[in-house]
């Protein structure tokens, strides 16, 4: 799969699409412990399968850092890659996502507003895996309902 430099799903394929999420994990500097393992999904980016072609999929994963956020200074990708501990992608069919019902966002800061439509996934109610996969960079669970004829990972 290559990443998509247009508007759209974020990785793509002839065959399929993935709309990939993450979630920071085990924050650094954060005496409260852990964030919430959900994640935050646009209600557009759900229309995406009506427009696209290929089988959809959703990629939620989870990363962990070596440092706090408010630490890091750069937007060098090689940079913030070193910064990565560990990362798993679970993959999911998109159809998954119409569990979570779209809620309305708006607010202001001092350099933008904005009114939304946000969808909630839970790390919780991710399918049972079915297969997990070692890459380079962590680990891939493809969960119950996703073929594994698509994802050639090994």
């Known amino acids: 799969m290559e990443l998509n430099d247009g508007k759209g799903p974020d990785v793509i394929d002839d065959k399929k699409f993935l709309e ?3 979630c920071l994990t ?3 500097g954060n005496e409260k412990g852990n964030y919430p393992c959900s ?3 646009l209600d557009h980016q759900v229309e995406y399968a009506e427009f696209w ?3 959809g999929f959703w990629g939620l994963g989870l990363y962990e850092l070596d440092r706090p ?3 890091i200074r750069t937007y060098d990708r090689e940079k913030l890659e070193s910064m990565v501990l560990q990362r798993e992608l679970y993959i ?3 159809a998954w996502m119409d569990r979570f019902p779209p ?3 708006s607010g202001k800061t001092k350099y933008s507003q904005w009114k939304n439509s946000f969808r909630y996934p839970k790390f919780g109610e991710i399918p049972k895996i079915k297969r997990t996969i070692q890459v380079e960079k962590g680990l891939v669970y493809l969960t119950k309902g996703v073929s594994d004829y698509l994802f050639n990972l090994g």
């Open 53 to 55: 072609l290929q089988q």
């Open 69 to 71: 956020v408010k630490e």
């Open 26 to 28: 085990k924050p650094k």
């Open 39 to 41: 994640w935050t999904v």
């Open 103 to 105: 809620h309305r966002v």
């Open 20 to 22: 990939v999420k993450f």
């Open 92 to 94: 999911v069919e998109w």
